[in-house]
């Protein structure tokens, strides 16, 4: 026998029998998802979900593979900023995310495995092709990605901005200019761009002929920048500038001075796979998913 249908929001059926296996597929469901819930949001393992429920762990690895990911419940088209960047769980294996801070949804994410400009775009396509209309965005600095963007207000991420001056100055600078300039730039997210760009012009105007200082390599009989680390920082800060203070210019867009928004999710992610050692690509992916569509 078979059932007639959906009548008022009901299922309607001809016999007993169908009636009980359907609502026997609707508890696998709920045990199903019930289990997966508990796997990623409560970060709990195999051994722990199998001492709770008293089923094996094989039984339980079952009912999570089982588990059917629903798609994103997207927001409807409409004007949005974006924050966008890119996570990397190994050398060859990342996610790309974008999401919309002030509403607090993630809009796209995908798979990828380097961080190319090639991928922003396709981004960028994919939410435009939902019917969204990109007022700004945030990035956290990667060459060549502003470029995808440059008909919007563009913003930098601060706190990776100050990562890039650490990098090449350390946290302890030795010389004298670098703690100067280390200085200037943890003063980044309590400036404005004037007040920014007056501290750093009067860095350089006090140490412009100390960048200049060349040292001789005997090796390869060549003249060399002697501070290049210094320079360096300096060029990134000098180069970054038109896109650190984007956030005022335009208020009224509200616009992020970071990247914090993903940075939480990314942190998330990786607590979650640690948790979980071993976790197969497919149900990493789908696990990232689970987390990324709420």
């Known amino acids: 026998m078979i059932k007639k249908g959906k009548r008022n929001g009901v299922w309607r059926f001809r016999c007993l029998s169908c009636k009980k296996n359907f609502q ?34 094989k039984w339980i690895k079952q009912q999570l593979d089982a588990v059917k990911i629903s798609p994103n419940n997207l927001l409807k088209p409409q004007p949005i900023v974006i924050v966008a960047d890119v996570t990397f769980f ?16 993630n809009i796209y994410w995908k798979e990828v495995s380097t961080e190319i400009p090639d991928i922003y775009w396709q981004a960028r396509t994919q939410i435009e092709q939902q019917g969204f209309t990109l007022k700004g965005v945030v990035i956290d600095g990667k060459r060549g990605v502003k470029e995808v963007f440059m008909d919007l207000p563009v913003q930098m991420c601060q706190f990776h901005q100050v990562a890039i001056i650490n990098r090449y100055l350390t946290r302890k600078p030795k010389l004298a200019a670098g703690k100067e300039l280390r ?26 002929y100390f960048l ?20 360096s920082a300096y060029r990134s800060l000098k180069t970054n500038l038109p896109y650190l203070f984007t956030y005022q210019k335009y208020p009224e867009l509200k616009i992020p001075n970071t990247t914090n928004s993903l940075d939480g999710t990314f942190s998330y992610f990786k607590t979650l796979l640690r948790i ?10 789908k696990a990232i998913c689970e987390i990324l569509k709420n």
């Not at 050398?91 to 949804?105: A, C, F, H, M």
Request: with cysteine.
């Open 24 to 57: 026997s597929k609707r508890r696998k469901s709920r045990l199903q998802n019930k289990l997966w819930k508990e796997y990623v949001c409560g970060k709990q393992t195999l051994k722990d979900l199998s001492a709770k429920h008293h089923r094996s762990k």
């Open 90 to 105: 190994s050398r060859s294996y990342g996610v790309i995310v974008t999401r919309e801070p002030n509403l607090k949804k």
């Open 183 to 208: 200085s200037i730039s943890l003063f980044l997210t309590k400036a404005n761009e004037k007040e920014f760009t007056d501290l750093l012009d009067n860095w350089y105007g006090k140490w412009k």
């Open 212 to 231: 200049q200082e060349k040292s001789f390599n005997p090796e390869t009989q060549k003249l060399h920048y002697t501070h290049k680390r210094l320079r």
């Open 276 to 285: 979980h050692r071993g976790m197969s690509k497919v149900k990493r992916y």
